[in-house]
């Protein structure tokens, strides 16, 4: 009984994304170290821009892995950030206002995945619809850019501006003052928030029927698992986990705008496509997702610092990646097809 | 109940809308036998695996089990699982990019006190329980680096880890070749020897001789009877299985005469296709009408597609008309003046949701090219013409062909084809599952076909009708072209021909 | 077989809900003109209006419909034979406008310049610029999806995230304005009538011809309902999924260079932004289904109208341009769920039940 190489193709992918990670990191560093690139809190930046990514990219795993998609997610971002910052001048506390939003979530999400689960109607199309309502409902709610300032909310306000300092990695500037390394608390939400999925992705029934799902529907069915209850489940994590995205998104802009996170979707789609998530659903983890932002990121922070690029580059680099990653993916499924 | 019975079926009926699929069906399983349940396409196997399996609703009759009180309803194939039906497909129903361990265990994982999958244990189970089956694999390593035989075999695993009484296997050994089938036969006898009733549905004759204690035949949904296999002998199985009876078996006279003109329109060197058809070679002359007989999954539909280039052909050579020509491709095969008309007609045939006309124009219009349409006056006469010599039933030329009857659905495909005036035509079971009348029809154009100096491969499961139609005949076994016939073609001698083994040396 | 009443005939040639959508909406605009005291049939009235720019134009709020919503209707057909073809979407077809803009009023304009009103190379150059520019996209969508497999959507989600950035970088990060009156042509007038329905027109046109004059209409639903009869019966499955999406580019170049004629620029961000989602929202509204086969052009064409009616309602009714997606949302969502198996099967439970035939569905 022949048994194929340990090494299979997903291990591979999810190996060049941590290589690409790395080599583009260390080429910023040797190109910009100058301008400070190889200073730890440039890496901590990067965390802190992307916290509310993370999330959304975790969520967006978990439908991907049911061969589900989600594009409502940003414009739920931007209706959560909406809610959060009317809410909040309305009078409302932080934490209340905090916990509707993700119940508003649980409840957009439930919806979604029953038309998506029971219904059987393709994600992209319901979820397509979620992102017009998220869109429309934030300038439901205000057609104005409001801000969260001090005088509206101290406690969020607080919150936003926490350092959690780093005890290692900081550096002199040049005006000869220390500079301690920082997080803020969207940072922590997200890490825990991405060890809880992978967790979950790996010890709990719940995770391992999202890949069996995703493996092959039917036989999923057949092994006794309720598919459709799986998949609407599935997105009700992602438009949960959105949510949670929202508020750290709020928490580093303090606003809510009805443009807001634009786009967000496809980002949070192309980290977890190149960080080795297949599109079929199956294969994939939170883990390469969570090194996806970082290269899209990375990529960001290099165009940034160089300040001479147009801005335009980090759009057009991560298409390339994900490019190149999709039509890996599909030689990989066309030479596993053959070997069948 | 008899001691030794596991699962008896009394008298199951079961109609789809239309057709009758099983008629008053009986099947009796016994502890420690593997059970083979043969016949051909439409015999009523797969209904009644489904019956037993939870996933159709039979109508009468009443199944029981060993062990449970009262007759068993099964209404899913959970259901079926919880009274001990476990049933392994041949497309396997397991998650590729899952480990063997999960897959042996999914939806009923050992949980640790923290209310988590308890991974340690389930590998730990799941190597016990392949080791003591022998199988050699890593359970932690995902099942899509195993074989197709070796997933076959997780299938069985976790179906007889599941306390299964009753093991169906449905065409396991369709898509495996001879080692891993001999592998596979290892792990069922030793499910017998365990005491698991085991039924397998095949259309390997070797196989069933290989592996089985008993068999059990039905016909057009009837049920033909259960014999030991001793008492059943090749020829009786393929009679039993094709409805005739050995002893009264008509000589059918041939009502035409031989057409075959000396010139060869085909003529096939070595051609094969991995995995469906061995190498073959076939000559077929101008104006002859050659059939090829064999059970169903003998190849006798993979020759012919290989010859169409449906499924490039990966060896071998092909002259058409004396020329030597390369098929990548159905157009390719078409522009040499060949047509197919494949056996599966929904999959494969009609294209549902267009009209009876666009569906006779259709390989005509491919083949002149996307820029030369015809004109509707054009394609109006054509359709007209050939509505009226196929005499097909329906409302107008307008109607989608998927609001038509099967019979006129095939007339359809076939009117598709002679618009392009072909001269070597491949008609895949073109009588299957349409009314006697048609079938008659169907037989009598294809002599007309020949007469006009057309040639014609044509495959059935019905002997007899082959007999009243083709000069000569393929024989077909296990993907293999065993014989040819052209004289004494006879019933006996085809069905002869068709079961091999001890009356046929090869 | 019965014979079928009106309402029968209605739904089976796939224009019920099409044309039931719109009259609904123009109900809605006369309801809502009577309540506010204003003529009932405002919605229909078309009258001569003076510009400076243009002489007497056209003018009225169907004649408001039909010009804005031409990107719509020209994305539409091409949107239409992609999903026939390939029961897929093409979600790129928004910014592959954007960036066809781009290319278009670079070339018009010479690289690096922001702002011009004298052409660098002549009009026509330009424009066939901008357009094969969208046909090449087309190519690239069409090659990943019919040669290598890919999903429609993610294939396409590539461009779609890819193809503005481009353009920008075309333009050198600028929004460049090619102020020249030749150029706004396809934005504005020819005599009274708006230059983009004429466009539309010819480009309905041009289609309709295509497909009555070669079988490709044939081939496309043929492959688009049974992809492995149709290669039995000799066509080519892969090369006629590939063609559709050339011609769905297309399409995108022409729709982009009506929106940058518009604005007489070609601003990267906005233009065609969302356009992908009210073409296949037009395809659907239409009658087409999203799963390919059968389809309707005119259905395709009716709903996208139909889709800026709406837009134009909703506006008139004070809704802003920020919220009405929330009522597309809400279109989007009941089309879907009427079209899905378990609520179809439920209806024919139903309707079964009430012509109290025994059995039901077995």
């Not at chain 1, 998104?249 to 960080?275: K, P």
């Not at chain 3, 009577?34 to 134009?57: A, E, K, R």
């Not at chain 3, 007038?189 to 708006?194: A, C, D, E, T």
């Not at chain 3, 289609?207 to 070669?214: H, I, Y």
Request: with cysteine; glycine share 10%.
């Amino acid at each position: 009984m022949k048994k194929r190489s340990s090494l299979n193709g997903h291990t591979i992918l999810l190996f060049i994304t941590i290589g690409l990670f790395i080599v583009l990191y260390a080429g910023g560093c040797i190109a910009y170290g100058s301008k400070g690139f190889t200073h730890l809190q440039t890496f901590l930046n990067i965390l802190i821009t992307n916290a509310g990514l993370i999330c959304v990219a975790c969520g967006l795993t978990v439908v991907m892995l049911t061969a589900g998609i989600d594009i409502s997610v940003g414009a739920l971002i931007a209706m959560d950030c909406m809610m959060l910052a009317v809410g909040m001048r309305s009078g409302i506390g932080a934490v209340p206002m905090m916990l509707l939003v993700l119940l508003v979530g649980i409840a957009f999400g439930a919806f979604q995945g029953f038309m998506i689960g029971y219904l059987g109607i393709q994600p992209f199309i319901v979820t397509m619809a979620g992102m017009f309502f998220c869109r429309g409902m934030t300038a439901v709610i205000c057609t104005d850019q409001v801000s969260i300032t001090k005088e509206i909310n101290e406690t969020f306000y607080n919150l936003a501006n926490m350092k959690i300092n780093i005890p290692f990695g900081g550096y002199t500037n040049k005006k000869g003052m220390y500079m301690v390394p920082y997080i803020r608390v969207t940072v922590v939400v997200a890490l825990l928030v991405l060890v809880i999925v992978y967790l979950m992705l790996r010890y709990t029934k719940f995770g391992r029927s999202l890949y069996a799902v995703g493996g092959n529907a039917q036989s999923a069915a057949m092994m006794g698992l309720n598919v459709k209850s799986i998949r609407m489940r599935a997105h009700m994590l992602c438009s949960v986990l959105a949510s949670i995205g929202g508020i750290c998104y709020c928490l580093n802009t303090m606003a809510g705008s009805v443009s807001q996170a634009l786009g967000l979707e496809m980002d949070a789609i192309s980290s977890a496509v190149i960080g080795g998530t297949l599109l079929t659903g199956g294969v994939g983890n939170v883990f390469g997702s969570f090194f996806g932002v970082l290269i899209n990121g990375t990529i960001s922070s290099i165009v940034k610092t160089n300040g001479k690029l147009a801005s335009s580059w980090p759009n057009i680099l991560t298409a390339i990646l994900l490019f190149v990653f999709i039509v890996i993916q599909s030689i990989f499924a066309a030479v596993r097809n053959r070997r069948k | 109940m008899e001691e030794n019975v596991v699962l008896t079926a009394r008298g199951i009926t079961m109609t789809f809308p239309g057709v009758k699929a099983l008629e008053d069906v009986d099947f009796t399983l016994r502890r420690g036998e593997i059970h083979a349940l043969m016949g051909e396409n439409g015999a009523g196997k797969s209904t009644l695996i489904k019956c037993l399996t939870g996933i159709n609703d039979f109508e009468a009759g009443e199944i029981h089990i060993a062990g449970i009180d009262g007759p068993v309803k099964n209404h899913s194939t959970r259901d079926a699982q919880n009274v001990g039906i476990s049933t392994v497909y041949q497309e396997v129903n397991l998650c590729p990019n899952l480990s063997v361990a999960e897959n042996l265990f999914i939806g009923r994982e050992p949980m640790t006190a923290f209310h988590t999958i308890d991974r340690k244990s389930y590998n730990k189970r799941s190597q016990k329980i392949m080791d003591d089956l022998g199988i050699s694999v890593d359970v932690t390593q995902n099942l899509e680096n195993y074989s197709l035989a070796i997933q076959q075999m997780v299938a069985i695993a976790r179906a007889v880890d599941m306390d299964c009484k009753v093991l169906i296997l449905d065409e396991p050994t369709s898509s495996l070749d001879d080692e891993e089938v001999e592998k596979l036969f290892v792990l069922m006898r030793r499910l017998r020897d365990q005491g698991v009733g085991i039924i397998f549905v095949t259309h390997f004759l070797e196989q069933v001789y290989a592996v089985c204690d008993r068999i059990t035949v039905l016909r057009d949904g009837h049920f033909v009877g259960e014999y030991p296999i001793a008492e059943l002998p090749r020829v009786k199985l393929v009679a039993a299985m094709m409805g005739k009876n050995l002893d009264d078996l008509e000589e059918i006279g041939k009502e035409h005469e031989n057409t075959a003109e000396d010139k060869l329109e085909i003529s096939a060197k070595g051609l094969s296709h991995t995995g469906t058809v061995k190498p073959f070679d076939l000559d077929i002359h101008k104006g002859e009408v050659v059939g090829v007989a064999g059970l169903l999954g003998s190849g006798r539909s993979e020759l012919a597609r290989a010859i169409y280039g449906a499924d490039k052909a990966n060896t071998g050579s092909l002259e058409v008309d004396g020329k030597s020509v390369k098929i990548n491709q159905p157009i390719d095969a078409m522009n040499l003046g060949m047509g197919m008309l494949p056996d599966d007609r929904k999959a494969e045939g009609i294209i549902q949701d267009l009209s009876v006309r666009e569906n006779m124009i259709l390989a005509l219009q491919a083949k002149q090219g996307m820029f030369k349409p015809l004109s509707r006056a054009k394609q109006e006469e054509l359709v007209d013409e050939y509505i009226k010599v196929l005499q097909v039933k329906t409302a107008s030329k307008e109607t989608l062909v998927k609001q038509l009857s099967g019979g006129n659905q095939q007339k359809v495909i076939l009117g598709r084809w002679l618009i392009t005036q072909p001269d070597f035509l491949i008609l895949d079971e073109p009588t299957r599952g349409i009314d006697v009348g048609t079938k008659a029809e169907i037989q009598k154009l294809i002599l007309k076909l020949a007469g006009e100096g057309k040639s014609i491969l044509f495959i059935s499961s019905e002997i007899s009708e082959m007999l009243r139609t083709c000069s000569r005949m393929a024989i077909m076994r296990d993907g293999e072209k065993v014989n040819e016939l052209d004289h004494d073609l006879t019933q006996e001698s085809v069905m002869k021909a068709i079961a091999g083994g001890e009356q046929n040396n090869d | 077989m019965t014979k079928k009443s009106f309402w029968g005939r209605l739904t089976e040639s796939g224009l019920l809900l099409p044309i039931v959508s719109l009259l609904l909406v123009m109900a809605v605009n006369i309801v809502f003109d009577i309540v506010s005291g204003n003529n009932p049939f405002n919605f229909f009235m078309i009258t001569l209006q003076h510009t400076t720019s243009n002489g007497n134009v056209l003018y009225g709020r169907i004649i408001d419909v039909l010009n804005r919503g031409s990107e719509a209707a020209i994305l539409a057909i091409g949107m239409t034979l992609v999903v026939s073809s390939s029961a897929g979407t093409d979600i790129s077809v928004g910014s592959v406008m954007s960036l066809c803009a781009s290319f278009c009023c670079m070339l018009l304009a010479g690289y690096g310049v922001s702002s011009t009103s004298t052409l660098a190379v002549p009009l026509i150059v330009g424009v066939l610029g901008g357009i094969l520019m969208g046909a090449l996209c087309g190519t690239f969508n069409g090659t990943l999806v019919a040669y290598f497999g890919i999903q429609p959507m993610v294939a396409t989600l590539i461009l779609y995230s890819a193809a503005r950035a481009i353009g920008l970088l075309l333009c050198n990060d600028l929004i460049v304005y090619v102020r020249n009156g030749s150029f706004a042509f396809f934005g504005s007038f020819l005599g009274p009538i708006p230059t983009p329905i004429i466009i539309t027109v010819i480009c309905i046109v041009i289609m309709t011809l295509l497909l009555r004059k070669s079988a490709l209409g044939m081939y496309i639903q043929s492959v688009g309902i049974n992809p492995r009869a149709s290669r039995i019966s000799g066509l080519n499955s892969k090369r006629i999924i590939f063609i559709t999406y050339i011609i769905c580019g297309l399409f995108a170049g022409i729709a982009g260079i009506v929106a940058s004629s518009r604005i007489t620029s070609a601003d990267s961000n906005n233009i065609g932004l969302y356009l992908e989602m009210d073409a296949i929202l037009a395809v659907a509204l239409g009658g087409n289904s999203l799963g390919g086969g059968r389809f309707n052009l005119a259905g395709s064409i009716i709903g996208a109208y139909t889709i800026q009616a709406i837009t134009t309602t909703l506006y008139a009714l004070g809704v802003s341009t920020t919220q009405a997606p929330v009522f597309k949302a809400v279109i989007v969502i009941l089309i879907v769920a009427m079209q899905s198996e378990p609520v179809k099967a439920y209806m024919k439970k139903r309707r079964l039940a009430k012509a109290a035939r025994e059995g039901g569905a077995v």
